[in-house]
């Protein structure tokens, strides 16, 4: 996840929202499910270290995924499955325990809770995980070590103090957030019909804190460009046209677009590659771009843009190398490819969203101060899908993330899974 600072001017919390999170504070069960977390922390840092020893890759989640499934099942969750991408779900109905389970087929609507199970560390990364104190050390220890494990604490909970809630809570271990994973897991959920129509609210937990509230989807498009020529030798074959200028003069074409201040929006070229020797005319050159706006017209036009740029700085370099070329000589063509490979969409929460409500009560009522934020999560696709969805931490505090020096400490983390509690109980209906 990466993130960028608050917008401001919020509307204040609706009253509503304020006495159903004040009511299920002062509810006997919820009482008792606090006490019950606090007692937990053991049990977390196991799982939280547990989990942490599987190694996760992009596309290459599902040892992980396994041990999830297992998790759920420990701590009393029903409908257990895993889908075709390596999903993780679990429910709990939250409903009187005696009698048949209600029917869950179509028209039943859920409020989701998920967190991420991939990581950044590729398959051959050693993962040695350690407890010093309240502090654990390892990758992916926090992110997403911090917010699966806070998910398995909640419904952890929610099965042992026995809590209700009119609306069942569907769990889910989702795969593919990193990196080229490009939330491959939660795209695939919400393409699909039966949980697109059936996710009234999604909370997401990535990484440690309990001081953000992200509820716009910062959107990001990247891109590699590859460039190919003839070639050839720097001296006998000069004026051919060159890969590498031509990158060249693309950037330089393209960075001296104006952007917007707001929607705030950005580029980078992030890696750059071509060519074998200082002698050779290369044959190639590719190039890794990245376009970030919370505006999805902002990142089309930034998107055409590049093109553009990299159109005109072909025909340039190609004009020019054929005036400098002798007649018998001239060159043969270039060819530049823009392969997409990432895009992320971009979308906000409307200010009246129920979600952001429900959270932000549950904040006055815990005391606890939380910016709203943009980033780039899971949320992103029920997001740019217009539904109601907030990402937030699983507790604790954490840093180091996408690092091998990677930290968490849970000081702290109990307040994070009360957030997390009351925001599901009161976007669940419970207490009624
Ligand atoms: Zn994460």
Same mark, same amino acid.
Request: with cysteine; aromatic share 6%.
């Given at each position: 996840?990466?993130?960028?600072?608050?917008?401001?001017?919020?509307?204040?919390?609706?009253?509503?929202?304020?006495?159903?999170?004040?009511?299920?504070?002062?509810?006997?069960?919820?009482?008792?499910?606090?006490?019950?977390?606090?007692? !937990?922390?053991?049990?977390?840092?196991?799982?939280?270290?547990?989990?942490? $020893?599987?190694?996760?890759?992009?596309?290459?989640?599902?040892?992980?995924?396994?041990?999830?499934?297992?998790?759920? $099942?420990?701590?009393?969750?029903?409908?257990?499955?895993?889908?075709?991408?390596?999903?993780?779900?679990?429910v709990h109905r939250g409903l009187?325990?005696?009698?048949?389970?209600p029917?869950t +087929?179509?028209g039943q609507r859920y409020v989701a809770l998920?967190?991420?199970?991939?990581?950044?560390?590729?398959?051959?990364?050693?993962?040695?995980? $350690?407890?010093?104190?309240?502090?654990?050390? %390892?990758?992916?220890?926090?992110? =997403?070590?911090?917010?699966?494990?806070?998910?398995?604490?909640?419904?952890?909970?929610?099965?042992?103090?026995?809590?209700r809630h009119a609306l069942p809570i569907l769990?889910?271990?989702?795969?593919?957030?990193?990196?080229?994973?490009?939330?491959?897991?939660?795209?695939?959920?919400?393409?699909?019909?039966?949980?697109?129509?059936s996710i009234a609210y999604?909370?997401?937990?990535?990484?440690?804190?309990?001081?953000?509230?992200?509820?716009?989807?910062?959107?990001?498009?990247?891109?590699?460009?590859?460039?190919?020529?003839?070639?050839?030798?720097?001296?006998?074959?000069?004026?051919?046209? =060159?890969?590498?200028?031509?990158?060249?003069?693309?950037?330089?074409?393209?960075?001296?677009?104006?952007?917007?201040?707001?929607?705030?929006?950005?580029?980078?070229?992030?890696?750059?590659?071509?060519?074998?020797?200082? =002698?050779?005319?290369?044959?190639?050159?590719?190039?890794?771009?990245?376009? $970030?706006?919370?505006?999805?017209?902002?990142?089309?036009?930034?998107? !055409?843009?590049?093109?553009?740029?990299?159109?005109?700085?072909?025909?340039?370099?190609?004009?020019?190398?054929?005036?400098?070329?002798?007649?018998?000589?001239?060159?043969? %063509?270039?060819?530049?490819?823009?392969?997409?490979? +990432?895009?992320?969409?971009?979308?906000?929460?409307?200010?009246?969203?129920?979600?952001?409500?429900?959270?932000?009560?549950?904040?006055?009522?815990?005391?606890?101060?939380?910016?709203?934020?943009?980033?780039?999560?899971?949320?992103?696709?029920?997001?740019?899908?217009?539904?109601?969805?907030?990402?937030? %931490? %699983?507790?604790?505090?954490?840093?180091?993330?996408?690092?091998?020096?990677?930290?968490?400490?849970?000081?702290?983390?109990?307040?994070?899974?009360?957030?997390?509690?009351?925001?599901m109980l009161a976007l669940a209906g419970a207490?009624d």
């Open positions: 996840m990466a993130s960028s600072p608050p917008r401001a001017d919020l509307p204040d919390v609706a009253p509503t929202a304020q006495q159903d999170v004040a009511r299920l504070a002062s509810s006997q069960d919820v009482r008792s499910a606090f006490t019950w977390l606090r007692s !937990q922390e053991p049990q977390l840092a196991q799982w939280q270290m547990e989990m942490a $020893r599987i190694a996760a890759p992009p596309f290459g989640e599902s040892a992980r995924a396994a041990w999830l499934a297992e998790r759920f $099942r420990e701590v009393g969750l029903e409908d257990i499955r895993t889908d075709d991408v390596g999903n993780v779900f679990g009187a325990q005696s009698g048949p389970a029917e +087929g179509l998920s967190a991420h199970i991939d990581t950044v560390f590729p398959a051959s990364t050693p993962l040695n995980v $350690r407890q010093q104190g309240s502090r654990l050390y %390892g990758p992916g220890v926090s992110d =997403n070590g911090a917010g699966v494990t806070a998910m398995l604490a909640i419904a952890a909970s929610l099965h042992a103090v026995g809590l769990f889910i271990g989702n795969v593919g957030e990193e990196g080229e994973g490009d939330l491959r897991g939660m795209r695939h959920i919400f393409s699909t019909p039966r949980w697109k129509d999604n909370v997401v937990l990535d990484g440690a804190g309990a001081d953000t509230i992200v509820a716009e989807a910062l959107g990001s498009r990247r891109f590699e460009v590859i460039v190919r020529g003839p070639g050839g030798h720097s001296w006998s074959d000069f004026g051919a046209p =060159n890969p590498i200028v031509i990158l060249a003069r693309a950037i330089d074409t393209f960075t001296s677009t104006p952007l917007p201040a707001s929607p705030k929006t950005t580029f980078n070229f992030g890696v750059i590659r071509g060519g074998t020797s200082v =002698n050779s005319i290369p044959e190639s050159a590719s190039m890794k771009v990245d376009i $970030r706006s919370t505006s999805m017209t902002e990142m089309e036009r930034l998107e !055409q843009t590049l093109r553009l740029a990299l159109n005109r700085a072909v025909e340039d370099e190609t004009m020019t190398a054929e005036m400098r070329s002798p007649l018998q000589k001239r060159p043969s %063509g270039v060819h530049c490819e823009v392969v997409p490979i +990432g895009n992320r969409p971009a979308g906000e929460l409307a200010r009246e969203a129920r979600i952001l409500h429900v959270i932000r009560a549950a904040d006055a009522q815990l005391n606890n101060a939380a910016q709203i934020q943009r980033a780039s999560t899971d949320a992103n696709i029920p997001l740019s899908m217009g539904l109601e969805a907030i990402a937030i %931490g %699983g507790g604790g505090s954490g840093g180091g993330a996408h690092t091998l020096q990677e930290w968490f400490d849970s000081n702290g983390r109990e307040l994070g899974l009360k957030r997390i509690l009351l925001t207490g």
